[in-house]
């Protein structure tokens, strides 16, 4: 799982796609030796690489396949469903890119994911948040990782930096 946010990061989509491929078992099989967390992280990293490499399509419909599959465990704690919270708008932001504006970003999307300032969390989530943040920012999704991480480690705000309405 690791190495396939690497690969991500490095604009390798098909790598990406590739390392699961390679699995050689089922998602029923995985799930069942990984877990459902597991299988949500590697749907997800599927759908942001299907994405990049311009298959909007695929990438929408698995985002809307990984919601209904775990849409009982999204509901389940708060964790998942901060989860839920996030697919919520990565689909919306799939069916219409031009939603996403830093308005939108700073006064809906950071308040309804309960991120705060100095907030600690698992790098996969910062990873797959700062795939979000990198669309409103139009900028390089390797760099807003670096860029979110090193503000992260000098304890700066986590919620407002570098998004200007």
Known sequence: LTLSYYYLMAKRYDDVVQIFRSLNSTDTYLESKMGK???MKKYLIE????YE??????ALSRMKSI???YDKLLDS???????KT??????????NPNWLTPKEFKTNILPSLNIKSKQKDDPQSIVFFC???????????????VNTINKLENDNDFYNFEIKE
């Open 131 to 145: 795939w979000l943040k990198s669309k409103v920012l139009n900028a390089d999704f390797y760099q807003t990782v």
């Open 53 to 58: 490499d311009d298959l909007h399509e695929i």
């Open 77 to 83: 704690s708060p964790v998942f469903m901060r989860a």
């Open 86 to 95: 996030f697919f919520v708008f990565v689909r919306k932001f799939m069916e």
């Open 37 to 39: 967390e597991w299988m």
């Open 47 to 50: 759908v942001g690489a299907y």
């Open 67 to 69: 919601m209904k599959k």
